[in-house]
């Protein structure tokens, strides 16, 4: 008989990581419910510090801003998620890595990152329409990566998060992410925009303070 290792639970900080990675992936995919919307209107301040709050750090102003963005209309959010992404002709964004590095769909960034995934033991999901490159596709890579995905898929070292990270969403999420700023100009998206990009740079800067710490350690 074989045992699998059992894993320790995250720690607060790692799952709460995931957890914005997934709500972001979630909101980025699929038009939001009002049962999400109302979720997210009422969450909690982030780090229990209201946006008025002097102390209070850009993400928890950037999340204050995207609960007040949840409490507008429900229907009027999901017509602008179906006007910025599904339009049946031509939907004003696709926030795909592909479109943005190499100016078409389906392009060597989208074979790079199936190389990358199948390394990682991650495929995507029968049934699913979507192809990997989308932005909120990678978002769900980023959270299986800190969380794993037993038994099959292991949790992934902060060096393999950042590695994937640099290569498949730096490049170009920050201007696909002031796109959908733009085109939904103070709307709903427009908040996610903003707070995403505040919380992508956070990453960005924990990543960083995690590949200095590290020589440190050994």
């Known amino acids: 008989m074989s045992l699998h290792p059992v894993e320790m639970p995250l720690p607060p900080h790692e799952q709460s990581r995931a957890d914005l990675y997934a709500l972001l992936a979630r909101l980025l995919l699929a038009p939001p419910d009002d049962d999400l919307l109302l979720g997210l209107a009422h969450a909690p301040a982030l780090g229990g510090t209201a946006a008025d709050d002097e102390d209070a750090t850009p993400l928890a102003r950037a999340w204050d801003a995207l609960r007040s963005a949840a409490r507008g209309d429900g229907k009027a959010i999901r017509a602008a998620f179906a006007d910025l992404f599904e339009s049946a002709g031509q939907p004003l964004l696709n926030p795909y890595a592909s479109l943005y590095l190499a100016g078409h ?17 991650l495929r995507r999901r029968e ?18 990566l800190i969380t794993g995905a ?23 999420a920050g201007a696909c992410l002031d796109d959908v700023a733009q085109a939904d100009a103070s709307g709903f998206y427009a908040a996610l925009a903003g707070f995403m990009r505040t919380f992508l740079d956070l990453e960005a800067r924990a990543f960083e303070l995690e590949e200095v710490a590290e020589p440190q350690r050994a």
Request: negative net charge; proline residues 12%; hydrophobic residues 40%.
């Open 105 to 121: 769909l389906m392009e060597t960034p989208l074979a790079a990152l199936r190389d990358d995934l199948a390394r990682l033991g």
């Open 127 to 144: 049934g699913v329409g979507e192809p990997e490159d989308h932005l909120g596709a990678l978002c769900e890579v980023m959270r299986v």
């Open 150 to 172: 037993p038994p099959q898929v292991p949790r992934r070292s902060p060096a393999v998060q950042k590695a994937f990270f640099e290569t498949h969403i730096t490049p170009w």
